[in-house]
């Protein structure tokens, strides 16, 4: 098993990336390089920001890329909400969409401030002159 495989939250968004990577499947053809595009590079970059941060050096850089992965996953929230009101999706294949993405950000989230809590991180970053 790869370590970011033991992620919780990075689990969560693959399976978010898989279910996305279905249902829009059904969206119009016309927006195959728009929403389409745009939903799977989301879900994609979310997943993928919890396997590149994990392999950084140190906690700091991990919480960074953390932060990129949150980032993506609210950016799919407002895609969710555009497919919604396009009325693009049936709205019981849309809930699960956004539960699964409200369950991977908790998850991401939980992360990114266990790392500050354990205390891996200092209270102010050094700053060059």
Known sequence: MVPYERIKAWEKCHELLLALYQ???QWPREETYGLIAQARRAAFSAAANIVEGSAKQ???E???FLD??????FELS???RVVRDLQMTPTEQLNRLESLRESAGKLTWRRYESIKK???LSQTPHRPD
């Open 68 to 73: 990129f992965s949150l980032g993506s996953l």
């Open 58 to 60: 140190g906690p700091r």
């Open 118 to 120: 354990k205390g891996l």
């Open 62 to 64: 991990f919480r960074r």
């Open 78 to 80: 407002y895609i969710f």
């Open 23 to 25: 249902v829009s499947k």
